[in-house]
């Protein structure tokens, strides 16, 4: 017999040991999670679904690390990766290695094999646990398409990762006696077993509590994403809302004056979006013994604004911010019908209000008069409606 063939019939072998330690974990695995088990541990979370879909997935965890114990501890592969390994600079270097690697491809071909030929206990999980919904015809053929993939991605993994592994300095250097590697293999492999085992011992506390936190860590992730929303939605609509509430009460109060016996309300035009942009023209008409009153509304946004009214018809809104001031203006000019009384409303309030021609500035107060309009802020605007001294 050929040196290639005996090669290949010790990596046949050995894939076979491989899955036979990987056949009876799996056998072993359902007396550690038995439903039996699960139910006594925790209450209402468990379903035979659950049981079988748990077991399934450990069962892939636990064939990925026997791979990679398996690999690691594979003499001729790391003799001849550290016999080129000078060549082999870079993630994509490598990995072509191991793409060209014979080891990893009959690896793979007798897993595959052995798993077509002597079907672990995950064909049972599968079959009569997750899959059970499915028609039966198909349970074999998705259970090797699956097995198929993951093996072939597992090994790929592992060989990948042992390489860079043994590419290490300390390891490159250390000199592995057979007989020495060989009691290695069997102590990792026995302990890895006890780990199983015992992992499946705890897969009922651990997976309620691991679901409890990721539960609990979700949502306050949404919770505070929500809180962090609503805050930002706040600080962007208040001063709207503010405004509209300044606005509606000035209305009620307005109208309420009205029927003391000032006058007539005329129309009202635009009292509610002129929150938002200017409106062209007056916003409020009223009408007392012939003489009309033309009323445009302003809206400082926020109470610590400055308003400046210059001669060219245009009010500027100055917010002076911690670290810088922001600006923002709109025409305050509008028509009035002849010999009417054309009035200013500032709503709501502002910290100051000044008249300017750019040099200077001039403090206005309710009921001053400014570039042929009176000036006044909705209190007393209300107060000079009762008094019928408008």
Known sequence: MTESRKAILRRIGKATVLYTVYLAVAFLLPLFTASGIFERYIQGFWTEDLYSAVRYGYLFLIQFSLISIFVLHDREYRARFLSCE?????????????LRSGELWCDVITLCALTAIMPSWAYTDMRYGFLLSVDAKWHFFIFLVVSFVTVTFFSLVAYCATLNWWAR?????????????????????GFSVAMYLAGALVLPVVIPFVWSVMMTFWMLIV?????????????FTFKYIRAIYHRHRLMKHMKKALRGGFGRLVSAKGVYRSVFNSYEGANIVLEREGQKYFCKLITP????????????GVVTYEHRAAIATHYKSERYYFDADNGARKIIVVNPGALHIYATDGLRNRELHSGDKVMGYYLYRSDNFINAILRQYL
Do not use: S
């Not at 000078?86 to 191991?98: M, S, W």
């Not at 020495?180 to 102590?187: E, G």
């Not at 604004?305 to 060219?312: F, G, N, R, S």
């Open 86 to 98: 000078e060549r082999l600079k870079g993630f994509f270097a490598k990995l072509t290695f191991v």
């Open 169 to 189: 300095p300390r390891e490159k250097r250390r000199e592995i006696l057979k007989k020495k590697d060989a009691i290695d293999w069997i102590k990792q492999v």
């Open 223 to 235: 919770t505070m994403t929500i809180m962090v929303l609503l805050l930002i939605l706040w600080l």
């Open 301 to 312: 946004l926020k109470r610590r604004y400055i308003v400046m009214l210059d001669e060219a």
